[in-house]
C-alpha cells in the first residue's frame, strides 16, 4: 500500500471516528438513571465495553450502539416484533 493510500485510509478513519461516552452521557441519551444503564450493560441487555478489570469495571458507550438497540426493541401493533428468516411470530 503506497503512502498516499495509507494517508486516505488513516484519513477515512478518521472522519468515522465515533467517540465512546461514559455512562452519564448514555443515560441521558437513553432517558435512564447511569446505575441502571451500568447495570443493564453488566447483565448484557444493552451493549456496552468494559474499561478494566476486576468486578469494578467503568463502562463506555457507543451512542450508535445504543440507537440501533432502542430501534431493535420497538415492540407495537404499529411496529411487531421482528423475526429472522424462517421463523414464524407466536
Known amino acids: 500500500?503506497?503512502?498516499?493510500?495509507?494517508?486516505?485510509?488513516?484519513?477515512?478513519?478518521?472522519m468515522s471516528f465515533e467517540p465512546f461516552v461514559t455512562s452519564d452521557e448514555a443515560a441521558r441519551f437513553l432517558s435512564l438513571h447511569p446505575k441502571t444503564v451500568e447495570r443493564w450493560a453488566r447483565a448484557g441487555r444493552i451493549?456496552?465495553?468494559p474499561?478494566?478489570?476486576g468486578?469494578?469495571?467503568?463502562?463506555r458507550f457507543l451512542l450508535s450502539e445504543l440507537q440501533?438497540?432502542?430501534k431493535s426493541e420497538?415492540?407495537?401493533?404499529?411496529?411487531?416484533?421482528r423475526v429472522n428468516k424462517g421463523e414464524k411470530l407466536v
Open 47 to 49: 451493549p456496552g465495553h
Open 74 to 81: 420497538v415492540i407495537s401493533d404499529r411496529y411487531p416484533c
Open 68 to 70: 440501533q438497540w432502542m
Open 1 to 14: 500500500m503506497s503512502s498516499i493510500n495509507k494517508l486516505q485510509s488513516f484519513k477515512t478513519d478518521a
Open 55 to 59: 468486578s469494578r469495571k467503568q463502562w
Open 51 to 53: 474499561v478494566g478489570y
